[in-house]
């Protein structure tokens, strides 16, 4: 029979039925899973240190023959591998610490190359960190000077691998068929499909590996991104909701009687707002900016415009003090205005909410502020056009969808602190639209951010005690990574009850996950109103409020903290318009780069790029949303600019063709309903 790409790999020569089993393990099946198994990383030995002129100190890779080996045991009892290497230049020994058992697999005669430093030991000696046997003896050919390793498996190393795919490969090559025409490809910049697998696997050049790694990338993001793009597709069509006017009425006069300035970016967000809600679709946006950027008042621009169309209008945030806050600012702004938003909380009595319930059903309030109360099933809207949800990735999606549904398909914007890269955001958040801000409204100093080790204590302390003299106030965060780890939150306890001895004459106050809920509102409350000068925090408390009059963040145990995690806590000062202070604290000094990096970047969106190639797509909030497949060529942390261009790509073809019919795009339309789960409800023809 001919060989396909489909065919079971056993079909290969060389592959047996236990080997077949042995790669199944790792996942391939096929002779096509073969082919896609492509090297993690390669060795490069283009640049091979000739062995004579590896130099005690350096690092080296070296390539020789194998001449002798044997295991000497040292006088600690440790026993050594040795093997001397030869080549045109001379000889240099190798030696293995602690792995005697390597007698086994290097054997004289064959080709080894080595990677690692070279120390003096009686002579130049290299330990090596990686070898590789190059050919098992001395009539083979000398391979090609990159060395793929590839992915292994118990009963399977890498070098078997190896030699498998270099059997096959040239059979294997001409079987692929490229999905992509070639007017596509030069559109976007890419290979042709076989030639990214034959570079893959066979790289000239350890750099030439890196295109064709893109390639296949590409086509992976791709596939993600038709599916997302045909998801929303089908979303939008399924959106029609208020058609708003701009009646230049309640926002023009909240414009008017504003005491500062817009920025660029809120004008922007604003009108980008505006457009999604004076157009027939349902908003679905997700308006993304630091801690301080002001949300809010775009937020309000919203809700006015739904007023002045004689729609209510509700925001809900997590917690009650976020409300609160809200309540405040609300009516503050609204106050010329003659607007006055109704309250809903949950610590309100049950006569005050009765009375606020039958307010809202009513439709007298056209603006409501609360917290979970308002979702609750008594809540009836008489009139809800816009649902503004507040630090959206703190509530779940049915408490979102609850808000949602208290009106007849209103517009929906979801406000987050926790920025991330916007072809990420929209990737993760599928049908969304995203709404960046990143200018700061002026005049505010930036946080002076510094780090300093446990010698600075008592500087600091010194530090602290000035400002609150100066009626200033503090956080001091604690790390607890999980409010269950006992040790961590003895720590924090026993850390809060120095301090109240070292700030006598100050007030400190504690807050943790473990306290009661009114317990821990009562001490934010006081520290708000500056009863409490020294607020001591554990990190899983997102302090979620605002006291403008807090000019230092001191965050003990640095380096436990994320980077994205640290900027939140950053933001809680700074908020006011006396200078401000983060101090990292941090006694683990290989924790120090990326601490210091933290210091001298303030801009959200880089921190979140940062933190995601340090973290990973793993933690982040909502990955788990994103759907579809792991991914195996492409890398959210440093592909973002791929990303990029197969969102555009698939966007631009499912406008075309939304479901994917005609006959050029067969292809990837099976492509997706074999791979992902919602792919075939999503490209069901008909
Ligand atoms: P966040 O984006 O964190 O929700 P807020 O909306 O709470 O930020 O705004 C933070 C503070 O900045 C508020 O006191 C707000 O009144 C103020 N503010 C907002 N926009 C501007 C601006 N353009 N100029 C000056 N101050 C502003
Ligand atoms: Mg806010």
Redesign the pocket.
Known sequence: MKLQLNSPVKFLKGVGPKRAETLGRLGIRTVGDLLYHVPHRYLDATTIMPLARAVVGQEVTCVGRVVTTGVLPTRRGLRVFRAVLKDQSGLLECAWPGRPFLERQIKKGQLLLVTGPVRYYHGRQLIPREFVILAEDESEDNPGLVLPIYPATEGLTHRQIRALVHDHLAALLPLVVDPHPPAFRAAHGLMPLGRALELLHRPPQVADAEPARQRLAFDELFDQQLVQARARHLAKRARAGIRFTVRHDLTTRLKEGLP????GD?RQAIREITDDMTAPLKMHRLLM?????????VALFAILLAAENEYQAAIMAPTELLAEQHGV?LTRLLEPLGIHPELLLGRMTAAEKAAARERIAGGGPRIVVGTHALIQESVKFQRLGLAVI?EQHRFGVEQRAALVEKGDAPDVLL?T?TPIPRSLALTLYGDLDVTQ?RER???RGEVKTALRDDGARQKIYQFIRSECAAGRQAYVIYPVIDESERADLKAATTMAQTLATVFAELRVGLVHGRMKAEERDATMRAFRDNTVNILVATSVIEVGI?V?NATVMLIEHAERFGLAQLHQLR?RVG?GSAQSHCILLSDVSDAWPRLQAFCVTTDGFKIAELDLQERGMGELAGARQSGGLALRYANFATDLPLLESARQAAAQMIAADPALERREHAAYRERIVARYERGFELFRVG
């Open positions: 500062f300035e817009l920025t809120q900016g630091d801690v301080g950027t002001g949300k809010t008042v600012t507040d406000l602190a801000i409204p002026p005049g605002d403008a933001g908020r």
